[in-house]
């Protein structure tokens, strides 16, 4: 309306251990109720003292945070207890959480200084997603689930024996709620909310990029900043769950095909998906939603028939490698911290 006013700048704080489309809702929400959304993460070292150990580094998850779209500001190192003086050194009104109890070791609110100046309001907190069940996802891979890739090839769910997930399962409880079977209920609403509706604009370079996504990593992140700086509109391919357990075999994905879009939508570099995406870079893929000027190669480069699924854009002269950055993580990567580190959990 043309009158000055004073920007609402909100906080949120967070462990942020393998972010997922979860986090992203409570950061969407929160900025919702801002103009700027300053984001506070804590460190590997607070976490521990307080929850218990992460699977992400706090270089990992910063980087995380600081690639979704909602946030403007990341502060490191944010201690777990939030304090007034904490919201006033970075200029913030009030502080979000979603409306589940966050508690000190000893039990204390976290959120109890800043409930009591009222300088606290609460967001929705997103049903059938949470780090723990997403650990309990990956835990359902036995150790040689590596080995055994091509023999479950055709078996989208793995059944594991009760003794294989002895020692898996977290603290004394038997029933442990590790399931690969996602308890996500996608709408298209959501989907809608985590969208941008922008188009490209005229002369705009239109570059494509394919992948699984699955449990949405820095790796993926730093891919798709790379491939967007590769033009001006990223347009990101998501395949589906079948093309994903056809080439990876196992129990992967082990996120839905609805849960990774909703992870890729909320990365910033992203302008708009593909939902399931054919793992050949086809003609369609590059006319039927925009133009594409440039593919990306990001993917093994034999589909399951052997073929190269980048033999089109190679031919039109429009497919592009990039130069590996040398630090990238895999989402096997993480499937193996967690194994290795299962006692702790
Ligand atoms: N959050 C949410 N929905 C989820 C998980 C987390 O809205 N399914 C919100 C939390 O309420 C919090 C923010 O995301 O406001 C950061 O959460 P975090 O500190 O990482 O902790 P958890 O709540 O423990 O998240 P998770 O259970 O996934 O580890």
């Known amino acids: ?51 218990g150990p992460t699977v992400m580094k706090e270089q990992e998850r910063y980087a995380a945070v600081a690639a979704c779209k909602w946030v403007d500001v990341v502060v490191p190192d944010a201690p777990y207890f939030t304090t007034l003086q904490v919201l006033d050194k970075f200029h913030c009104d009030f502080c979000v959480h979603g409306d589940d109890i966050t ?6 609110d976290c959120y109890q200084e800043v409930k ?17 069940e997403l650990v309990g996802r990956m835990l359902l891979m036995t150790k040689d689930h590596h080995k055994r890739r091509s ?20 603290g004394a409880s038997k029933s442990a709620p590790y399931t690969t079977i996602s308890h996500f209920l996608p709408t298209s609403r959501r989907i809608v909310q985590f969208s941008e509706g922008r188009e490209p604009m005229p002369g705009d370079k239109v570059v494509y990029v394919d992948g699984d996504f699955d449990l949405f990593h820095v790796g993926h992140i730093e891919l798709l900043r ?45 302008d708009e998906v593909v939902i399931g995406a054919p793992f050949k870079v086809t003609k ?62």
């Open 1 to 51: 309306d043309g009158k000055l006013r004073k920007p609402v700048v909100v906080w949120v704080d967070g462990c942020f251990d393998m972010m997922h489309y979860g986090h992203a809702n409570a950061l969407r929400q929160a900025k919702a109720m801002a103009d700027i959304l300053v984001v506070g993460v804590h460190s590997d070292a607070e976490i521990l003292v307080n929850k």
């Open 103 to 108: 508690t000190l070791a000893d039990g204390t």
């Open 116 to 132: 009591d100046a009222n300088r606290y309001r609460e967001c929705k907190r997103t049903q059938g997603v949470s780090t723990t």
């Open 151 to 170: 023999s479950l090839a055709q078996s989208p769910i793995t059944h594991f024996k009760s003794e294989e997930l002895e020692g898996f399962s977290s």
């Open 226 to 270: 790379a491939a967007k700086a590769q033009g001006d509109y990223l347009l990101v391919g998501v395949h589906d769950d079948q093309t994903v357990n056809a080439i990876k075999g196992s129990n992967f994905p082990l996120m839905n095909l609805h849960e990774r879009v909703l992870s890729v939508l909320a990365c910033r570099f992203v």
């Open 284 to 345: 369609e893929v590059l006319e039927k939603v925009y133009k594409v000027d440039v593919v990306v190669v990001a993917k093994p480069e034999h589909d399951i028939d052997g073929a190269d699924p980048y033999a089109l854009p190679r031919a039109m002269g429009i497919a592009v490698k990039l130069p590996a950055s040398g630090r990238e993580l895999t989402t096997d990567d993480i499937i193996w911290r967690i194994i290795e580190q299962r006692k702790l959990y």
